[in-house]
C-alpha cells in the first residue's frame, strides 16, 4: 500500500504571498489532518477533514484552510504568509471510523520556508 | 485543554543500554494513547500505541504501559541500538491530537 504523499517537498515564498500544499492519503482513508511542526512550539494540530468535510480545528488564524476532496485527496492553503509561517507541515491520513482510536500515518512533510 | 509533557532531550545513551522516555499527560475523558517516531528528514512513524487504562503497547522491543492512577505512558526499551537513535513523540488523539515536544534520542555505538 502506498503511504501519504504530501506534495511538494520544500517550498520557499516571500511574505504576503500565498501557498498551497497538497496531501494524498493513503488508499482508503477518509481522515485526513495537518500538523504545523517548528522547533519552538513543536507539533500543531491545524485541522482534520473527514468525508470532505472540516471534523476538528486547532487554534490558528483564518489565514490557514484546507479543503478535501471527494477522492479524500486534501489540500491546505495559507494566505498572507508571515515570516512565522515557515515549518514542515504535516499531513496524516487515519481510516477516521474511530478517530480517537485509529492511528495516524504520516507523510513526509512540506518544508516552507517564508522570506 | 488535553496536553502532553515529555522529558526534555537529548537523551545521550551507549548501545545496549536501558532507554526510559518519561511522558504524562492531562486530559478529559479516557484517550488512546500514542508513541511515534521520527527519523531525520521524515515525518512521524507510529510506534505503539494503547486505547485504555493498564494497557500495555509494544513493538521493536519497545514498551509503554497506559497508567491512568499516575496520568503517563512512559516508553521503555530494555536494549537501545544505534538505529534508535531519533526523535520520540508521545501524543494523545481525542477530539483534538496533541503531541509532546519530542525527546531526541542518541545512541553512540
Known amino acids: 500500500k502506498a503511504g501519504v504523499t504530501q506534495t511538494p517537498r520544500y517550498l520557499i515564498k516571500t511574505r504576503g504571498q500565498q501557498v498551497t500544499l497538497s496531501c494524498s492519503p493513503i488508499?482508503?482513508?477518509?481522515?485526513v489532518s495537518w500538523y504545523q511542526q517548528t522547533p519552538g512550539q513543536g507539533l500543531q494540530f491545524l485541522f482534520e477533514y473527514f468525508s470532505e468535510t472540516q471534523r476538528n480545528k486547532g487554534n490558528f488564524p483564518g489565514r490557514f484552510s484546507g479543503r478535501q476532496f471527494s477522492n479524500s485527496r486534501s489540500e491546505m492553503n495559507v494566505s498572507t504568509l508571515e515570516l512565522g509561517d515557515s515549518a514542515l507541515y504535516l499531513c496524516?491520513?487515519?481510516?477516521?471510523?474511530?478517530?480517537?482510536?485509529?492511528?495516524?500515518?504520516f507523510g513526509n512533510g512540506t518544508r516552507l520556508t517564508v522570506t | 485543554g488535553n496536553s502532553v509533557t515529555q522529558m526534555e532531550g537529548p537523551v545521550t545513551l551507549s548501545e545496549e543500554a536501558f532507554l526510559t522516555i518519561n511522558c504524562t499527560y492531562t486530559a478529559t475523558g479516557y484517550p488512546s494513547l500514542f508513541w511515534y517516531v521520527q527519523y531525520p528528514g521524515e515525518g512521524l512513524q507510529l510506534l505503539l500505541k494503547?486505547?485504555?487504562?493498564?494497557d500495555k503497547g509494544s513493538n521493536k522491543g519497545f514498551e509503554a504501559t497506559y497508567r491512568k492512577e499516575t496520568t503517563s505512558f512512559h516508553l521503555e526499551k530494555g536494549s537501545v541500538q544505534v538505529s534508535d537513535s531519533a526523535v520520540y513523540f508521545c501524543?494523545?488523539?481525542?477530539?483534538?491530537?496533541?503531541f509532546g515536544r519530542g525527546t531526541s534520542l542518541i545512541v553512540h555505538p
Open positions: 494503547a486505547t485504555k487504562a493498564d
Open positions: 488508499s482508503g482513508h477518509r481522515s
Open positions: 496524516a491520513s487515519s481510516s477516521g471510523d474511530n478517530s480517537y482510536n485509529s492511528p495516524l500515518h
Open positions: 501524543a494523545l488523539v481525542g477530539y483534538i491530537p496533541t
